[in-house]
């Protein structure tokens, strides 16, 4: 892309490589020096303690940050800027740390934006809403059904999601994301500040996205528990820096992990 | 009672789509329609003048802005000054081209607006809010002022101002001194009608979607692949053309003739309070808070004097204007306040009553 | 080429061979831009301590020199109307902070600029039906203000400085000093900055919302009424103002929203231009540019600079 690219072997069973990627505001560095990739059909965890730079991470890999260094390669294609809406074309779809959903529409319409990408009806079949418009928006209408059955929130189908409980808020938010048909699905603390039922079903569903659709995932949770039952692999930012990388289990018994990670998060536990 | 969705099933998603799925939606609509066809044939030519011309036109320019600042969520001040342009546009264009059907001409006069409308919405893509309102009033002021120092676009009359000319449709003057009030009604009617039409289709489909996206979150609807510069730019174009076909029609089908001080802020404001009051995001709304802002001097000119005059308090026009100022800043307030979705939300609070009528849940 | 001609050489030309007309320009210009300054004052003193856009600030100028000028129609002396009007903007601060604000606490930006625009309308309304819609006399000299004018003899030809300017712009600068002064030193700017910062950790270390609401919107109708004597005394006092102190609104653009040396340098570089851009370009294209002049230079520093000349860098997160 910038004219002189580095010969880097990039493993092909990798969806996405993040190569020495940097990213400072002003004199603040958010991110030094990190590297990892995804491989196509995991689940990939990033964790950390708060102000690690975990989702610093995720707005690089979909565009909305650049990296002052280093460079991202999403589907053998290596970039270091591009427009979000380019990333969210090229199949990067996300969620939010504190659900960013279109709160004055229905649940239906947001997951409908979903397809915002997908539709290609004319605007003035669009002026009429006749014709091939009528067609395209029934087709659409049914794959977003089926998400909703998927999801089991066929009940909220018609109520603003302003109006609805955080857990079914970040339920139709993975909803938005799914109607993307997205290749690679970021999931920003999907279960933040839910009960243990509602983790239980979020779960599921972030099993089920990946084993049926196939679809790769790389997840920020803080729930230990979630991550070490559903992710493949585990990769831990501390200040901005990757300290560890590998299965759960690797990590769990990394030293810098146990003295950076855990040990902070027992803290919190006692405060 | 009568007001039920039970038994009304749906087979197709097409048929849950609609924009009315309920059927007694739907004959309350027809039955709308028809009599506002009626109206005409009463041959109450002050009603017809006076009251239901404009209110049709006004609710126009209302959906416009509604298209833009409802659902887009941009603010903009410059609404008269859209108006403006397609008023000037649609003289231009009839004078140039006498033989072109009217109609066409209003119709097409709106593109102007709309050209117009996307070169001052540019700045839309960094500045929001109130930044914005500030942009829009550049919009504003320079138009207005483009109205009185362009002599081209009055064709040089001396008097600055431009007046319609006579023009027919199928050989009955619909413009001009001798348009009859009734056929002047019966072609807004039709065309707001045909334009609201086109307003809700394109609010419930994807383009619909995309503003709402970029209303309510628009970093989440870039993020979900929508463009935010070009959305953005078509919500300006769509209701700088809706707000140019109004200030056209305001001009050739109500006053018959106008000068640049009809197109002023205070324009602008009116156009944007129908939209509060009657509802930000909602058509229905639009033409709630027309009726509303529109009707209510009128009515209030003829209350006022009426409660007053018995004490021997003598009421002049002019105070019926600043009760009218003082009245819709309070309302908007009051609007704001209690019910920040305006009319369309009690409308449809009515609505849901009375489908569970006689309980009250 | 002509047309080159007459917008890039023949002004400076102007400028250079009669210099005094230059200074006049100039004069004029800066004194604008310093009644300019000061509406945006109000509106810059309202937005740090609430939040609040307030479009109404330039409806609030016209309402204070109305009521001033009203009272004394009515045969109240000149002194006692000026107090009373104070008491009116007190009343009026009392009234909104009530009335307006205090119902809608929390609630987004665009809805508390709506319900200014609503202010602006109510307060046009009312004005008009209590002192009447036709223009009125500043009652300048019973208000012991200077008025006439000293010719100077500058650079080969006479600069008149009208008196009421250069007290304006006294006036202007003491107002300026002491809200400086008010703003760092005293126990009540230490909170307006605290609330401006953030509503809910100012009411946690027990600081009253609507007793600070109160005080700004009173200390703005203060400044309103210094404005709308200042501008009244220029030209007549009626509801026309209302555009000219619009201009505020491109002036606070240009300084950014809560800078008070922002507002100042905005005002001056609007006046400014405006004078000269109107003075030896507006003829080009007919005259009249001042009504727009401002507005576009702010769009085009928008483009430039979305922040303004004082503002803090907007760094959006998600």
């Keep these: 892309m910038n004219g002189r690219e580095m010969p880097v072997t990039v493993d092909v069973a990798s969806l996405l490589a993040v190569e020495n990627v940097s990213l400072s505001f002003g004199g603040v560095k958010a991110l030094s020096d990190v590297s990892f990739d995804i491989r196509r059909g995991e689940i990939r965890a990033i964790i950390g303690p708060n102000g690690a730079g975990k989702t610093s991470m995720l707005n690089c890999i979909n565009g909305f940050y650049h990296p002052t260094q280093g460079s991202i390669t999403f589907n053998g294609e290596r970039r270091r800027r591009m427009r979000p809406s380019a990333a969210a074309a090229g199949g990067i779809a996300r969620t939010f740390q504190n659900v960013a959903l279109f709160k004055g529409m229905s649940t239906l319409d947001n997951i409908m934006t979903g397809r915002s990408l997908k539709m290609h009806s004319g605007f003035f079949w669009q002026l009429l809403r006749h014709g091939p418009a009528l067609k395209e928006e029934t087709a659409h209408r049914r794959v977003v059904e089926d998400i909703i059955d998927f999801l089991e929130i066929q009940h909220i189908r018609r109520i603003p999601v302003g109006k609805l409980p955080y857990g079914l808020q970040k339920r139709v938010e993975l909803g938005r994301a799914l109607a993307m048909e997205p290749q690679l699905l970021l999931l920003d603390e999907p279960m933040a500040g839910m009960n243990l039922e509602e983790k239980e079903d979020m779960s599921r569903f972030i099993l089920d996205v990946n084993q049926h659709f196939g679809t790769t995932i790389a997840l920020i949770e803080h729930d230990m528990g979630v991550v070490m039952d559903l992710s493949d692999r585990v990769v831990v930012l501390e200040y901005g820096r990757k300290i560890a990388d590998g299965t759960p289990q690797e990590v769990k018994r990394d030293e810098r992990v146990v003295a950076a990670y855990l040990g902070l998060a027992h803290e919190g536990d006692q405060a | ?361 | 080429m002509n047309m080159l001609y007459s917008i890039f050489v023949e002004p400076f030309v102007l400028m250079g061979s009669a210099p005094d007309l230059l200074i006049q320009t100039l004069w004029e210009g800066l004194v604008a831009g310093v009644l300019y300054a000061l509406i945006a004052l109000g509106f810059v003193l309202i937005f740090k301590a609430s939040g609040v856009f307030n479009f109404a600030q330039g409806i609030m100028v016209v309402f204070a020199a109305l009521t001033l000028v009203g009272f004394h129609e009515m045969g109240v002396p000149a002194l006692l109307a000026l107090i009373l009007t104070i008491g009116v903007m007190f009343v009026l601060a009392v009234a909104v902070e009530r009335v307006v604000l205090r119902p809608l606490v929390n609630q987004p930006d665009a809805i508390l600029l709506m319900a200014t625009f609503g202010l602006t309308y109510f307060l046009i309304g009312f004005g008009e039906l209590i002192f009447g819609g036709s223009p009125k006399q500043m009652i300048t000299r019973e208000l012991y203000l200077p008025q006439g004018s000293t010719d100077l003899d500058l650079l080969g030809g006479l600069v008149r400085f009208q008196h009421i300017d250069i007290a304006a712009a006294v006036i202007a600068s003491l107002i300026i000093a002491i809200l400086a002064v008010f703003f760092s030193k005293t126990r009540i700017g230490r909170a307006l900055r605290a609330v401006a910062d953030s509503h809910k950790a100012a009411l946690s270390v027990g600081i009253s919302l609507g007793q600070i609401w109160v005080i700004v919107w009173f200390a703005a109708g203060i400044v309103a009424l210094v404005a709308g004597i200042m501008w009244g005394a220029r030209s007549d006092v009626s509801f026309a103002l209302q555009i000219v102190a619009l201009k505020a609104l491109p002036v606070l653009i240009l300084g950014g929203l809560t800078s008070i040396p922002g507002a100042i340098v905005g005002g001056l570089i609007i006046g400014v231009s405006e004078k000269l851009g109107e003075f030896y370009w507006g003829s080009l294209v007919g005259g009249g540019i001042e009504t727009w002049l401002a507005y576009i230079i702010a769009l085009l520093f928008l483009l430039y600079r979305p922040q303004g000349l004082f503002g803090d860098k907007i760094i959006e997160r998600i």
């Design chain 2, 1 to 361: 009672m009568f007001y039920r969705e039970a038994g009304q099933f749906k087979t197709s998603y097409t048929a849950d789509m609609a924009i009315f799925p309920l059927r007694e939606d739907r004959i309350g609509l027809a039955v709308i329609i028809v009599c506002a066809y009626a109206l005409a044939l009463t041959g109450n030519s002050f009603l017809l003048q006076a009251v239901m011309i404009p209110f049709l036109i006004f609710s126009l320019a209302a959906i416009g802005l509604n298209l833009l600042t409802g659902y887009t969520g941009l603010l903009s001040l410059g609404t008269g000054a859209f108006m403006g342009v397609g008023a000037y546009a649609c003289y231009k264009l009839t004078t140039l081209f006498p033989g072109l059907n009217i109609v066409l001409c209003i119709l097409a006069s709106g593109f102007f607006a709309a050209a117009i409308g996307v070169v001052f919405g540019l700045p839309s893509l960094r500045i929001k809010g109130f930044y914005l309102a500030v942009a829009t009033l550049a919009a504003q002021f320079f138009l207005q002022w483009c109205f009185i120092r362009v002599p081209w676009l009055v064709n040089y009359n001396v008097s600055g101002a431009i007046e319609a000319p006579l023009r027919t449709l199928f050989g009955i003057p619909i413009v001009g001194a001798t348009a009859t009030p009734e056929t002047r009604y019966l072609v807004v009617l039709t065309m707001v009608i045909g334009l609201t039409w086109v307003a809700s289709n394109l609010v419930h489909g994807r383009v619909g979607r995309a503003w709402m996206a970029v209303r309510d979150m628009d970093i989440a609807a870039e993020l979900i692949g929508i463009r935010l510069l070009r959305t953005k730019l078509l919500a300006f174009a769509v209701s700088s053309y809706f707000c140019g076909v109004a200030g056209a029609l305001l001009v050739f089908l109500w006053y018959g003739g106008a000068e640049y001080d009809v197109f002023n802020i205070n324009q602008s404001f009116f156009i944007l309070f129908m939209v509060i009051i009657g509802g930000l995001g909602s058509l229905i709304g639009s033409f709630m808070g027309a009726a509303l802002i529109f009707i209510m001097p009128i009515v209030l000119g003829m209350v006022v004097p009426a409660v007053l005059n018995p004490f021997g308090l003598g009421v002049s026009a002019a105070t019926i204007e600043h009760l009218r100022f003082m009245i819709v800043g309070a309302l908007i307030i009051f609007f704001l306040i209690v019910e920040p979705h305006g009319l369309a939300r009690l409308w449809q609070i009515g609505k849901q009553k009375l489908r569970v009528w006689p309980f009250p849940y």
